[in-house]
């Protein structure tokens, strides 16, 4: 009873948030600073309908002078809400195209001035990439990148997709990684306290000097940090459960 009375009153907060979100697009279309008021618009009730605990472990985030690229782990359709949460000021995201064909929600993400890309297009999605490395070098914002570019429904750290990798070393801005437990394998939307969700951002990792070349390595690096973080957050987590 108590998952389906949760699952209508997030239904009923979605489209709110939405038509909120869309106001504020409207009112101040591509302000570098809709999307982080959107995600906290979605995020804090929602969290709250959950039931879901969340600890906060970002001093680098909080502490880290923008411009950057923000590489979080994907974890589920729930991540809009976990993740929307810690935003920071100035900050845009990387999406895939057709999230622009949802009713509100796409219009809004559209007019929050995030980058949507057509992955089956190389021309489009190359010309993002250049708008966005031009954003980062020039405009004094950050870009928020799920870096494995699919949910792994709490099966572990996938591999990394390159995009947001070459667009740091392109722009010469540090990565910042951002972490969150496999809350997915313990979440229980038809308990009182629905999960418990951890949050951890790592110092950046600097690009300054690096070209393509260094690809890989920076790939790997970042991924190893990441795995290591995660399997961390899972064994705090469990203590807190």
């Given amino acids: 009873m108590l998952f389906v009375l949760r699952v209508l009153l997030l239904a009923a907060h979605f489209v709110i ?28 009730p929602a969290l709250r309908i959950m039931g879901v605990r969340v600890k906060l472990e970002i001093g680098d985030l909080i502490e880290h002078a923008r411009p950057a690229v923000l590489a979080a782990n994907h974890l589920s359709n729930h991540d809009l809400f976990v993740f929307g949460r810690v935003v920071p000021r100035r900050t845009v995201s990387l999406g895939k195209k057709s999230l622009k064909w949802i009713p509100l929600f796409g219009q809004l993400y559209w007019l ?27 405009k004094d914002m950050s870009l928020w990148v799920f870096v494995e570019g699919t949910r792994s ?31 997915t394998r313990t979440m229980d939307l038809n308990r009182w306290h629905g999960g418990t969700v951890i949050l951890r951002a790592l110092p950046p990792i600097a690009t300054t000097g690096l070209t393509l070349d260094d690809l890989p390595a920076l790939m790997a690096t970042c991924h190893a940090q990441m795995a290591a973080c995660i399997d961390e957050l899972d064994l705090e987590a469990a203590a807190l459960t």
């Fill in 17 to 44: 948030a939405s038509v909120i979100g869309l106001l504020i697009g409207l009112c101040r279309p591509f302000n570098p600073d809709n999307s982080r008021l959107c995600a906290r618009v979605y995020s804090l």
């Fill in 112 to 138: 929050a001035g995030n980058v949507l890309v057509d992955r089956g297009n190389a021309i489009q999605a190359k010309k993002a990439m250049l708008t966005t490395t031009d954003t980062l070098q020039h």
């Fill in 153 to 183: 429904h709490g099966k572990g750290l996938g591999p990394f997709k390159k995009g947001a990798f070459q667009m740091a070393i392109n722009a010469q801005v540090p990565i910042l990684p951002v972490c969150a437990n496999n809350y």
